[in-house]
């Protein structure tokens, strides 16, 4: 049972790089989201998709864009990457995605990335 | 706005011993949820516990109890019986039925000592 999967695990860039961060999941789940984890501050919300065909901002968008592929994939793309995007990327989903508040969110394993 | 607070950057307990990490809350929603994840070193988010705003009862699973004190806006994980494998970083989230999206505070790095 993979759950939600992210690629790649570790990623170095270089100032000025672009990649895409990749996330798919196998629950049917309608909601996915992006966050980032940095020392002291726990974990923020970049982007989400409440369901297929959208996407939202969260607390930090800057620097980043994301496409829902299908219900399954949801990826993060950094056209430019920064110093001040090395963290901890976790993709999650959510099932519903209708607001509910009892709504659990299912954890990626992460992707540590460095911008040097 | 929404807001979650973790005081306490680490603790530390003895095996065998409870200990409570604090949580407060900020929302003017009434309909929220809040939720406890632990990260260990190996670094996955694992759920642990969830609490309704209106739920009446403090939610238990297992060693895991959330104390929920509404009027305050405290949403407290008591873990009893500490054990070795407790050792970790704990998150306090919070989703407002308004806002929709879950939020998190900073957490509190916890060491169990034998």
């Known amino acids: 049972n993979a759950g939600v999967t992210q690629t790649p695990k570790f990623q170095v860039l270089k100032t000025g790089q672009s990649m895409t961060l990749q996330c798919a999941q196998d629950?049917?789940?309608?909601?996915m989201y992006w966050y980032r984890q940095d020392p002291g501050m726990g974990l923020r919300l970049i982007y989400y998709s409440a369901s297929e065909g959208t996407t939202d901002k969260g607390e930090v968008p800057n620097g980043y864009n994301v496409s829902r592929l299908n219900k399954r994939e949801f990826s993060l793309r950094l056209e430019s990457a920064a110093p001040s995007q090395t963290s901890v990327y976790f993709c999650?989903?959510?099932?519903?995605?209708?607001?509910?508040?009892?709504?659990?969110?299912?954890f990626g394993s992460g992707t540590q990335l460095s911008v040097l | 706005a929404q807001k979650i607070t973790q005081t306490q950057p680490g603790m530390f307990v003895q095996e065998k011993e409870a200990v409570t990490l604090d949580c407060t809350y900020d929302?003017?929603?009434?309909?929220?949820?809040l939720f406890w994840y632990k990260q260990p070193s190996s670094g996955e988010m694992i759920f642990l516990i969830y609490?309704?705003?209106?739920?009446?009862q403090n939610a238990t699973e297992g060693r895991y109890s959330l104390n929920f004190q509404k009027a305050r806006k405290s949403a407290n994980l008591v873990i009893s019986a500490s054990q070795l494998g407790d050792s970790a970083m704990y998150f306090c989230a919070m989703r407002a039925r308004g806002y929709n999206k879950l939020i998190f505070g900073a957490g509190t790095r916890l060491a169990v000592h034998p």
């Open positions: 609490q309704g705003s209106y739920d009446q």
């Open positions: 999650a989903s959510s099932e519903a995605g209708q607001g509910l508040t009892n709504e659990k969110l299912f």
């Open positions: 929302t003017s929603d009434p309909s929220y949820g």
């Open positions: 629950m049917n789940h309608n909601s």
